[in-house]
């Protein structure tokens, strides 16, 4: 953006100009960003920000929201600026330590829920998030299972303390042990036997990494999406480590790659998991596998 031409005099010009720097930029819905990074800037809602398209700014409000957009025209998510991202109806702070949660991870709450209600609802269970991030799958869990405790790992400090974060905000926290660690170690050194492990890890094959949206390959952890090579890594460690800790009955979900469900499916078949199922999100990639622990690996 060049700085000559920000000179709007109204909240309404302002909105104008963000919007036509967003498209400028080919950002995906600019309208929509335009407004919630100029309510942000000002301290309102969006409605506020509509009500108010007429109102005169001041120099300081002039600054601040053109720092803002600018800010988003370097490629950083709207969320970082925010500070906030909507997940399964629940709001979580993110910070750039950790990945934005995204609406296709709640198919894995879902799927995990649906597992879960087969069990008797008023016995205390056991579930680990591997790669726990903002905290996004254990708080929505936590919320929908009161009984619930979830072992929530994570390799990155920074990472847990923001899960930690949002745990409180929604009064989770007392069913969560945050450990950081690496995958499912802290649960193998601490004999805990779950009944679930569910984990959303990074599976992105690095060479890929790259040629994501610049959002994306610029800004969010690369802890969070590297998954090695061909994508695979954690799963390869993290499967036989959920057959040593699973209870028999257990059942692991595990979000993956568009088109992952047949080698994460082998990588359980391999490993003794039964009742194996490839769950495919609404544009039809794969999206989530889930399948359940019989108590012993099959030789
Ligand atoms: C794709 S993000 C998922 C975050 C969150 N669960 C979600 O669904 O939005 C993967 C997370 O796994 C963590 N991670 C990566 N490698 C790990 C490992 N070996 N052990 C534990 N956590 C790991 C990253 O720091 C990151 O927070």
Redesign the pocket.
Known sequence: MNRLEWKPATVGEALQAAVSFFMQKEIGSPRLEAEVLLAYGLGVSRAGLLARLRDRLSDDQKERLGELIQRRLTGCPLQYITGRQE?WGLDFTVTPA?????PE?EL?VEAALALLGQRDRTATTWIA??????????VAMAREHPRLQVLA????EA?LAVARQNAEQHGVAGQIRFTQ???L?PAIEAGIRLNAVL?????IPAGDIPSLQREVAGFE?K????GGEDGLD?YR?LIPQAGLVLEPGGFVAL?IGYNQGGDVAGLLEAQGFADIRIIRDGQGHDRVVTAVWPGEKKV
């Open positions: 997940f950790v990945l934005i949660p995204r991870t894995l998030d591997v790669g726990v991030g903002s905290g996004a799958i254990t790992t994570d390799l990155s990472a660690g690496d995958l170690g984990s959303n890890p990074p599976y952890p802890l969070a999406l590297d954690c460690r979000e």
